[in-house]
């Protein structure tokens, strides 16, 4: 049993599309979860009593956000919009506790930056709404908010807190971002292939030159004039008997390497005849 969950973890029964986007959803929940166990076990580890209750209050969020990614089969948008709208609520409690100069305001502007990945490019203004919304609190916590609450010393506000979330959040950016590029790569690359077996494929079927103007005049008629032409017609006697005898990929083979000495042939004939590439097509 692998000691990670898999990051596509409930996205298997969506499009491939919409499944990279819940995958960098439960890249980024998991993510926050193991920075909340992080401070949970910071103020599990400090003796002072009220400590206890900020222990179990990041505890809780640990285990919220480890579980997003289980509100995938309730929809593609319910597990990030959960996941966006805790993270801004948790966050509040979080800044009222200790500070501005904790830094945990600096997870606003990673969930502003990561909404678009998160609920994806074609809600274009659901994204906006997100980053008004982040904006809005973040704006309010420095307006009333302290700096340092005295939870704790500055010392351990800033060593603590701010530089912890300062590296947590470059890199939760780094990694989905990362992730993101890279799954765009290989989308390109699929494509790519599709397009040159496509390609190829046109070719086959059709001489070279008609397959180019097709693809440059798409939906026009293609018609050429040849005041000279051969047309061969080939009928493989005993082929039928042949294929009763022969398993199917043998035959198959036969045939290609019958037909692709045939075509060999016939192009090389033309060519010296006609000066001109011909191809044949066997049906």
């Not at 805790?86 to 800044?95: E, K, M, Q």
């Not at 040849?226 to 061969?232: D, K, P, Q």
């Amino acid at each position: 049993m692998p000691l990670l969950p898999r990051i596509s973890y409930g996205t298997e029964a969506y499009s491939e599309k919409v499944a990279r986007r819940l995958r960098a959803v439960n890249i980024a929940a998991w993510s926050i979860a193991a920075a909340t166990l992080f401070f949970a076990i910071l103020r599990f580890l400090d003796p002072r009593p009220e400590m206890l209750s900020r222990a179990l209050a990041n505890l809780g969020a640990t285990l919220v956000l480890a579980s997003v990614p289980l509100l995938h089969r309730f929809g593609p948008l319910v597990a990030p919009l959960t996941l966006i709208g805790f993270v801004y609520l948790f966050l509040i409690y979080v800044v009222m506790q200790v500070g501005m100069d904790g830094g945990a305001w600096l997870a606003y502007l990673s969930a502003a930056a990561l909404a678009m990945l998160l609920v994806g490019t074609e809600r274009l203004w659901l994204c906006i709404a997100l980053c008004a919304i982040a904006a809005f609190i973040v704006i309010c916590l420095q307006t009333l908010v302290p700096d340092n609450t005295g939870l704790l010393s500055d010392k351990s506000l800033f060593f603590g807190n701010f530089i912890f979330n300062v590296l947590a959040n470059m890199a939760l950016i780094f990694v989905i971002v990362y992730y993101a590029v890279g799954q765009i790569a290989r989308a390109e690359a699929a494509a790519e292939r599709e397009f040159q077996r496509s390609e190829e494929l046109l070719v086959n079927i059709l001489p070279r030159d008609v397959a180019e103007r097709l693809k440059l005049q798409s939906g026009k008629i293609i018609a050429d004039r040849f005041e000279n032409a051969s047309v061969l017609f080939l009928d493989l006697a005993g082929s039928t008997a042949l294929a009763s005898h022969l398993s199917p990929d043998l035959f198959v083979s036969f045939l290609n390497d019958m037909f692709t000495r045939l075509d060999d042939r016939s192009n090389a004939l033309v060519s010296r005849k006609s000066r001109r590439q011909a191809t044949a097509i066997w049906l």
